[in-house]
């Protein structure tokens, strides 16, 4: 039995669940999802919003009102087939968790004219690394196949913009097709949680800059490699994907990782059911707990990019749907209220 | 119009019920009432989804048509959901008023009229009302799409006579 609204454990035990609205009179009314939140070093609350120019169209239960296009469908223009992303940097209430300031990242510097698909910067992490503020996320529009690489960009947040600073498309030697959901770990910087099951940790060289050249331009690279394995692999149903960054609580490296159950209905309609769990890790990054899947909010598309720890309390941050933004409080003794798996039986 | 605080106690009301159809349907509301159409969507289909009533899930069916119409650029899915509104319940009137309308805002002339004619001779305009704005004008609405469509098939007389008729009992001034 899956533990499918844990926001529920929290709304009645101290914690609080807060929506994250941008004005529709500048998205437009489309989806707003999949939040990094970060609790900066002067104690600013930051958080990311990923704006979508699309509307998700997911037929849950019963599933007796498929759309024209199935179960699942992006609903972007029709005169317009990409499926485009934007992001708002927002300054959070401590207290209240509502945005108390917000502004479009201005991307414009490093732009060049996006030939796939899926445009922009999806499902950026929020941080600071050695004082400098960045997000990063996965980029699929500088090749024609919608190849994807992270890319790591610094953010210069002024009285009047927030400006795309640096973009620089990290490369390892060893890549797949589509490279997302690396999760940086807070405390060591340039480091990301490449793989969770088994572990692989990556550190960015950026000192090994390069160049490489593109349909529509020239981009900016950077190496890394790999400076962490371990052999911890855990037999679970499916791959652990990369969510909310990697922070420390209570001394152990944790992080909230998703996967996904995806499959088609008859007459090759697609569809996914998407679960999430915390991984912990002790400080020479030995496996240590892993919660058993869970969901936020009891529906079946969500989405977790952040994770912070404010006092005794987590916070979480997660899209609805693809159409709806939220932050979480989730007291950390309701750490307990959860289920773990048993690791022995599982290696 | 929903502040930020009023859409968290109805967020905390789905948390407790999120399988609740009329829950989710006045979630969807309050998106809807701030603009976040896309958030809105979802909540108004999971509320037909739901429901074991159909006149709700009819009448959620067509608010995710104004949630996306709202969006513009959706046409095609536009109409498709009306239809598959209308289809879940074909005596209702005002699925047949907005594919009317629909087509009408695109010159299709005979599909408007087509929807128009057949929706008053087809639904039971006794049936109670919808309880929330779904963009039906009221009853007259589908006679006032046969005398617009008419008059662009080469019917003039008869538009001019349902535009008289829609002066004289519904006070409608075109």
New interface residues.
Partial sequence: MILDNISQIAIHNGGSLTPLIIPSELTGGTGLCNVSVYLDENGDLLANIRHVHYSLYHSEFNQKFYCKWGALAYLNPEDDLTLTTGNYLCKLDRETHEILEFKNVDTSKHDIKPIWSFVGLEDARVFRWEGKLYICGVRRDVYDNGQGRMELCEVDWTKDAIIEKTRERIHHKSQNYLEKNWMPVVDMPYHFLKWTNPLEIVKVNLKDKGKEKVQEGVLNTVSCETVITKDNYVKLPWDLRGGSQVIKIDGLYTCITHEVDFFHHEGNYKDAFYYHRFVMWDEDWNLVKVSKQFQYMGTRIEFTCGLALDGDDLLITFGYQDNAAFILKWPKHLLDRLEWEDLEKLK | MVN?EQ??EQ??R???A??NPGVNFDTGLY?EA??????A??FF??C???TEDDLL?YEA?LK?YR??A????????EK??LM?AMTHMPKRPEAYFLLSQWHSAREEWTEAHHFAVTGQKICDFDAKSLNSDVGYVGHWGLKFQEAFTCWWRGQRDHSIKLWKELYVKERIIC
Avoid: F, N
């Fill in positions: 930020q859409l968290k967020i905390y789905y948390v407790d999120p399988l998106y701030i603009g976040q159409t896309a958030a969507l979802s289909l999971r037909a989804e739901l899930a069916l995710t949630c996306v709202k969006q513009t650029r959706r046409p095609v899915w498709e959901q598959i």
